[in-house]
T-cell receptor, first 111, second 112 residues
Framework: LAKTTQPISMDSYEGQEVNITCSHNNIATNDYITWYQQFPSQGPRFIIQGYKTKVTNEVASLFIPADRKSSTLSLPRVSLSDTAVYYCLVGEESGYSTLTFGKGTMLLVSP | NAGVTQTPKFQVLKTGQSMTLQCAQDMNHEYMSWYRQDPGMGLRLIHYSVGAGITDQGEVPNGYNVSRSTTEDFPLRLLSAAPSQTSVYFC???????????FGSGTRLTVV
């Protein structure tokens, strides 16, 4: 399983765009990149998944360069409710792969 | 459609006691798994199942048993609780080919 490295914490202010970068140097050909969000006392929640280039949904965008050795989760115009831990995971999308969670990035959004 | 339901939400055990954490999903997901999360840590995989009758170990399986007799249910059994098993336990499920996993709200277990 590819190991991921992401910042331990980030600070932002309401209304700003936040970019969280994840490094995954040994990503395999069949691996997808998935991001989860976790609020205190809750289970993780799926945010977005991608394989290459750019993926966008109603919550976030995911940018993946051609070499796929890193990825960036972009949260547009964050609010206080975006304060959470964000996890970057790498693994096969289909089949019965298991998830490996690192410690994630604690994003604190201030007024 | 309730998603992934975990019971109980809180539990206190004495060392040596046994108990079962329940996990049920009503989405007909093939894949189910159990994780534990300790303070300041990410989630660590305990056991997982790829379908009824099939289970396998994850990263930290010692002290835990699982079974998968139906698609819907995936209970986690603590054989003889130890203080080191104090943690928050999450159950997750996913349909083959779907994006992302659905997690339950967790069971907070304290072993004294």
């Amino acid at each position: 399983l590819a190991k991921t490295t992401q910042p331990i914490s980030m600070d932002s202010y309401e209304g700003q765009e936040v970019n969280i970068t994840c490094s995954h140097n040994n990503i395999a050909t069949n691996d997808y990149i998935t991001w989860y969000q976790q609020f205190p006392s809750q289970g993780p929640r799926f945010i977005i998944q991608g394989y290459k280039t750019k993926v966008t949904n109603e919550v976030a965008s995911l940018f993946i360069p051609a070499d796929r050795k890193s990825s960036t989760l972009s949260l547009p115009r964050v609010s206080l409710s975006d304060t959470a831990v964000y996890y970057c995971l790498v693994g096969e999308e289909s089949g019965y792969s298991t998830l490996t969670f690192g410690k994630g990035t604690m994003l604190l959004v201030s007024p | 459609n309730a998603g992934v339901t975990q019971t109980p939400k809180f539990q206190v055990l004495k060392t040596g006691q046994s108990m079962t954490l329940q996990c049920a999903q009503d989405m007909n997901h093939e894949y189910m798994s159990w994780y534990r999360q300790d303070p300041g840590m990410g989630l660590r995989l305990i056991h997982y199942s790829v379908g009824a009758g099939i289970t396998d170990q994850g990263e930290v399986p010692n002290g835990y048993n699982v079974s998968r007799s139906t698609t819907e249910d995936f209970p986690l059994r603590l054989l003889s609780a130890a203080p080191s098993q104090t943690s928050v336990y999450f159950c997750a499920s996913r349909r083959t080919g779907a994006h992302g996993y659905t997690f339950g709200s967790g069971t907070r277990l304290t072993v004294v």
